[in-house]
T-cell receptor, first 112, second 114 residues
Framework: DQQVKQNSPSLSVQEGRISILNCDYT??????FLWYKKYPAEGPTFLIS?????DKNEDGRFTVFLNKSAKHLSLHIVPSQPGDSAVYFC???????????FGTGTLLAVQP | NAGVTQTPKFQVLKTGQSMTLQCAQD?????MSWYRQDPGMGLRLIHY???????DQGEVPNGYNVSRSTTEDFPLRLLSAAPSQTSVYFC?????????????FGPGTRLTVL
């Protein structure tokens, strides 16, 4: 049973526009959420995170929004750049655990 | 720092063969883990360890064994490979103390089981 879901396997946007990647979770015990970025033939790298005590966290062009009542988070990339083309995974954790549960990933293609 | 290293990068096995995927980190991280990445399934946790001598199962542990004799190394063993174990395997490490510490991934091992 997938506890973290990314329902869009792929997304294509034009350079300079906004990219919005979505993630849903089912476990109400999750209280920390992360986004990872993965280029082909490389391991995932950490991008941005958010705690459940917040509803928004921003880092440069990247903003993560959390809607706890809907069990939904989203990653906004503004403006999108061709170098942002990658697979994006959301991940979640509950309590003080070190374990991360990952979603299925969304392949973002930013067209020049 | 080399970070998290994995060997080999690629491997082809026949059904029933055994092998060990190597993982090492030089960041003195207590927590290490193994994931597999499959199309449409994302990253799934196989096994993890919170320190030398301590291991536990993740979401998909069947068919895999692990041990943690040192802080640095966390090998993943396939005792009798099956085609369903064809996947890309990632090792990761982080400081313990909750999810707030960044988890670092290795470059992956692409395994094909014929």
């Amino acid at each position: 049973d997938q506890q973290v879901k990314q329902n869009s396997p792929s997304l294509s946007v034009q350079e300079g526009r906004i990219s919005i990647l979505n993630c849903d979770y089912t476990n109400s015990m999750f209280d920390y959420f992360l986004w990872y970025k993965k280029y082909p033939a490389e391991g995932p790298t950490f991008l941005i995170s958010i705690s459940s005590i917040k509803d928004k966290n921003e880092d440069g062009r990247f903003t993560v929004f959390l809607n706890k009542s809907a069990k939904h988070l989203s990653l906004h990339i503004v403006p999108s750049q061709p170098g942002d083309s990658a697979v994006y995974f959301c991940a979640a954790a509950g309590g003080a655990t070190n374990k991360l549960i990952f979603g299925t990933g969304t392949l973002l293609a930013v067209q020049p | 720092n080399a970070g998290v290293t994995q060997t080999p990068k690629f491997q082809v096995l026949k059904t029933g063969q055994s092998m060990t995927l190597q993982c090492a980190q030089d960041m003195n991280h207590e927590y290490m883990s193994w994931y597999r990445q499959d199309p449409g399934m994302g990253l799934r946790l196989i096994h993890y360890s919170v320190g030398a001598g301590i291991t536990d199962q993740g979401e998909v542990p069947n068919g895999y064994n692990v041990s943690r004799s040192t802080t640095e190394d966390f090998p993943l063993r396939l005792l009798s490979a099956a085609p369903s174990q064809t996947s890309v395997y990632f090792c990761a490490s982080k400081l313990a103390g909750g999810p707030y510490n960044e988890q670092f991934f290795g470059p992956g091992t692409r395994l094909t089981v014929l």
